[in-house]
């Protein structure tokens, strides 16, 4: 294996973050542990749904793009070192790294080299000899073109454990500013084949569930595709487009396309940029509060147009969204929290849903105070402005408001500071 190439293929796949890693992490501490054949930068190390870091393969298949996306390094029309790889070059180094127990699996991207299908038949050519001559029972994740023929993208779903589409911009007048020859509908109906393909894997696993046939031999006969379902990826700060934007462009690719994740990728500004893309990367904090606020949205009950209304479309910096939400709104509080539902209690600052679910079994069998708010590992301090308990009145909100707003901004700006990479996905509560 040329290092040449893994090196600027594996620096290339960076810019992608479905794979559900953190930006910059991966083998950096661990890098003079590794093999000193090994490319440390092709090591990443993705955050499975448990929290479990898995090291995983990530590299593009080529960086030759016949695109010319505005906030992409790899455009057209730049000149980054180039390469690109063979199929049977990716597999047997994906064996290899997998057998010593470098890595769990495999993220393979690619840019468009000469056409959509020439570059997604290699793509899925090589999940195709991992599963089928090697018998790879590894993770797989594939990003898949939009543009390539619907059988691939149905293949891609067959050898894959997660496949992805990257949307990147929220709208089609956007892309054709910065992304010409991109379609947002052509990318939908990449997605419409992959959820279609999930939904039926999924039914007909049901189906044969619901029969309760206790051997396994069925298993392995069922339909396989893309278990770990789909997920895209939004550039954060390319061009002017606003929170609002970008979250409710995820929000309906969630209710259209199932998505398991939106990642949020922050916009790179790549060297000698055209002049309609933005000239400098946006504030390491927005990507984090648009996880938040992601966050709340699916997992919350908050509407994008409650965090980020039409009179402030960009989330605050300085705060998280549901404080932010929690300040704009003091006719919503105090809570009771002896009184309130479930949905209530969901939006005090400071209680998370395992929080919220404690807190009603403890009401259960007697009236809830602060100390009971603090065994249960509650943020008291940051909830107590906006809640009533057995031993603890309403606050006059304003003030209580104001002065927990300045605590918590001096102490976002301190941790800003520190935090170069931002782990993706934080939750707020
Ligand atoms: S399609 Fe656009 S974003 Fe993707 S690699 Fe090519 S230029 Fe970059």
Known sequence: MDRRKLAVLADAARLDAPCGGRRGAGTAGRAPLLPEDVEPTAIYESV????????LLRLLLSNHCVHDCAYCP??????PPRARLGVRDVVRLTLDWHRRGLVEGLFLSSAVDRDADHTMEQMVAVARTLRREHHFLGYVHLKVIPEASPELVREAGRWADRVSVNVELPTQRRLDVLAPGRRLATMHRAMDRLRDGIAEAHEVSRRHRAMLDPSRAWRRALPRFAPAGQVTQLV???DDATDAELLAAADALYARQRLRRVYYGAYVPPPGAPAAVATEAPPVLRERRLYQADWLVRQYGFAV????PPEAPDLPLDVDPKLAWALRHPEAFPVDVNRAPRELLLRVPGFGRRTVER??????????????????RVPVSRAL???VAADHGAQALDDAGRTLRARL?????????????????????
């Open 74 to 79: 790899l455009r057209r029309s730049a000149d």
């Open 385 to 387: 402005p906006f809640i």
């Open 359 to 376: 807190i009603l079994a403890v009401r259960a069998w007697h009236r809830v105070r602060v100390l009971d708010l603090a065994r249960l």
């Open 409 to 429: 901004a001096a102490r976002t700006r301190g941790a800003a500071q520190l935090e170069l990479f931002p782990e993706r996905g934080v939750r707020a509560a």
């Open 305 to 308: 147009h409650e965090l980020a």
């Open 236 to 238: 954060v700060g390319a």
């Open 48 to 55: 499975a749904a448990d929290g479990r870091r898995v090291p």
